[in-house]
């Protein structure tokens, strides 16, 4: 497992979007994103996890995407790239090209559709870790993988990799964050991916949160862990309550349907284009519905009758 200065790999690191048009990844447009995440302060970014629709990129377009992250970020802010598929080799040249990119963590979900022994999860994480010299994140979320990491067998890897830093979780078990880090140290980082949950899991130990809503509100899902890391969990509790209808309209539809709505009635997406088998919300109370919380959220003004 890998010692990290006390401040490194702490609080919101939101999992950018990739933004489409007519087709194609808009890179000038995912710029822009990056850089309203570095100026309104976001300790980190995520680039290609879940909500980019890494699934649905090529593996040349996943590196281009880290390439301008990194080239747009310019230090301001870590770059943390999701690096994992469902095939050890296309994992390894990910991870491999993220390094030449100048990523400064990988982030790598536990293999999907295969359904592997706990065993084989633990040999596929060891023996990835073992050919970069980054901080490896393991992205639990079984929800999409459809495969479940135990906390003994994190651990285990945890004792044989030295680059081991810490883990996403996203799934709703408590539980789970306080045994991982019993068993692996209050250092060790967890991050929250559920966003609902931020501020339970900051509570019991998590180091911070790797959540969607982060693309809408930045600063406050920022402020949040930086709330709990102050001990105020007065404000933490507020700006809790203030993102609770952003959190839960994340999910109206599949991640990130919902959320690309939602940043095109901001003006931070040109159009709220998904690659199939995505598709767009296109019936007018869903749209309503969207648009009601982020006027409650105070980021959209509404239309006067």
């Not at 095939?87 to 963590?105: F, M, N, R």
């Not at 004792?159 to 996203?170: F, I």
């Amino acid at each position: 497992m890998m010692t990290l200065a006390s401040e490194a790999l702490r609080g919101s690191y939101p999992p950018l979007v990739t933004p489409f048009r007519d087709g194609r990844v808009d890179f000038d447009a995912f710029a822009a994103l990056v850089d309203r995440q570095a100026r309104l302060g976001s300790h980190g970014i995520v680039v290609t996890g879940t909500t980019g629709e890494p699934s649905s990129l090529t593996m040349t377009e996943r590196t281009e995407l880290l390439r301008v992250a990194v080239q747009t970020s310019r230090g301001r802010l870590p770059v943390v790239a999701a690096t994992g598929s469902q095939s050890y080799a296309e994992s390894l040249e990910l991870t491999t090209q993220a390094e030449k990119a100048g990523a400064d963590v990988v982030l790598v979900v536990t293999p999907y559709y295969i359904r592997p022994p706990q065993a084989g999860l633990i040999e596929y994480f060891v023996e990835l870790g073992r050919q970069t010299s980054l901080p490896l994140l393991i992205y639990h979320i079984p929800g999409r993988a459809a495969v479940s990491m135990t906390p003994e067998s994190i651990a285990r890897v945890a004792d044989r990799l030295p680059t081991l830093a810490g883990v996403k979780h996203a799934f709703n078990d408590l539980e789970f964050v306080t045994e991982v880090l019993m068993r692996c140290g209050r250092d060790f980082r967890i991050f929250c991916g559920l966003e609902a949950l931020s501020l339970p899991m900051l509570a019991v130990g998590a180091a911070g949160v790797m959540n969607a809503v982060g693309n809408l509100a930045p600063e406050r899902v920022a402020g949040l862990c930086n709330a709990v890391f102050a001990g105020d969990l007065a404000a933490a509790r507020r700006l809790h309550d203030e993102l609770f209808a952003l959190n839960q309209a994340i999910f109206l539809d599949t991640n990130p349907i919902p959320l690309k709505y939602m940043m095109t009635r901001l003006k931070l997406l040109a159009t709220p284009e998904v690659r199939l088998p995505l598709l767009p919300i296109d019936d007018e109370p869903r749209r309503r519905k969207l648009d009601e919380v982020l006027s409650l959220a105070g980021l959209l003004t509404p239309v006067s009758a």
